[in-house]
């Protein structure tokens, strides 16, 4: 299953947001997934909000299902990506601890 890593990153610490995300995106491998890891997305970071969420969604859109990390609910691009892929009716997975 192709999996997208959903979770806050606007706002907080980048060393936070970087093991938490590649923290995930082992998990997820170990589990046999195809993870996409929007840190990842090809763009600098000091691109946008606006550009890393189209770059984000775009590849959202090619997954079967979205992992999404502590802290979503308070992430207005995290509620977008959780919107879309429930929308779309893809496997949402919620991160447990």
């Known amino acids: ?3 997208y890593i959903s979770g806050p990153i606007t706002g ?3 060393e936070e947001v970087e093991k938490a995300f590649n923290d995930a995106e082992i998990r997820l491998q170990e589990q046999s997934h195809e993870v996409v890891n929007p840190l990842n ?3 600098p ?3 946008t ?6 770059a984000d969604l775009k ?3 090619d997954c ?5 990390l502590k802290g979503y609910q308070n992430s207005k691009g995290a509620m977008i990506e959780y919107d879309l892929a429930r929308i779309l009716h ?3 997975i919620e991160q447990l601890k």
Do not use: Q, T
């Not at 909000?49 to 189209?54: A, F, G």
């Open 12 to 14: 907080m610490p980048y």
């Open 64 to 68: 079967d299902a979205i992992y999404l």
């Open 90 to 92: 893809f496997d949402i």
């Open 1 to 3: 299953m192709k999996v």
């Open 45 to 47: 970071r000091e691109s």
């Open 59 to 61: 590849l959202l859109l």
């Open 41 to 43: 997305n090809g763009l």
């Open 49 to 54: 909000w606006n550009e890393h969420m189209r």
